[in-house]
T-cell receptor, first 116, second 114 residues
């Protein structure tokens, strides 16, 4: 069964710092990996999607990397701002459906607080 | 391009009642997936609909059921509500069931069971 974990569970940093969020998955047979942002009580906003054949994707101050063989992805946020405060989730799309009826599996998220 | 919209935004029910949640998929998307997100956890996959048929199902009991309509909008129905059903219910759409394009999510329906 595909398991997705995220470390740390929570992170608090001062404004301006660069930071890295980690995502790990147990089965490397994935189609792609997607990073999301979720504000409290809200839905998910897609940030970056990395196909299994890619190593990284960039959007503005965000850079996501993927090492499929080791089952890891990182989300790098440069020059953090208070507006970046949110929960960040990663999710993997499996190749087909697993025996548990899953084809898109989320991690539990990292709750980020950027202090002014 | 219209995004994914969900209704209602909030709902309060009591144990044993039934509820219907609605989702309109993004324009051009024929696949809709539903997720349950308990407080402090990642979303858990409930089921997926593709061209009006259930295409996949996670580990949820049969009292969770759904529909997809010809315009690709979808409903999630939950019967015999239990306290543990209190959660944020998210709908996501994509261009196909095995699409390599990102899933797009709505803002969710917050369901509270008293």
């Amino acid at each position: 069964k595909q398991e997705v974990t995220q470390i740390p569970a929570a992170l608090s940093v001062p404004e301006g710092e660069n930071l890295v969020l980690n995502c790990s998955f147990t089965d490397s047979a994935i189609y792609n990996l997607q990073w999301f942002r979720q504000d409290p009580g809200k839905g998910l906003t897609s940030l970056l999607l990395i196909q299994s054949s890619q190593r990284e994707q960039t959007s503005g101050r965000l850079n996501a990397s993927l090492d499929k063989s080791s089952g890891r992805s990182t989300l790098y946020i440069a020059a953090s701002q208070p507006g970046d405060s949110a929960t960040y989730l990663c999710a993997v799309r499996l190749m087909g459906w697993d025996n548990y009826g899953q084809n898109f599996v989320f991690g539990p998220g990292t709750r980020l607080s950027v202090l002014p | 391009e219209t995004g994914v919209t969900q209704s209602p935004t909030h709902l309060i029910k009591t144990r044993g009642q039934q509820v219907t949640l609605r989702c309109s998929s993004q324009s051009g998307h024929n696949t809709v997936s539903w997720y349950q997100q308990a407080l402090g956890q990642g979303p858990q996959f409930i089921f997926q609909y593709y061209r009006e048929e259930e295409n996949g199902r996670g580990n949820f009991p049969p009292r969770f059921s759904g529909l997809q309509f010809p315009n690709y909008s979808s409903e999630l129905n939950v019967n015999a509500l239990e306290l543990d059903d209190s959660a944020l219910y998210l709908c996501a759409s994509s261009p196909g069931p095995n699409s390599n394009q990102p899933q797009h999510f709505g803002d969710g329906t917050r369901l509270s069971i008293l």
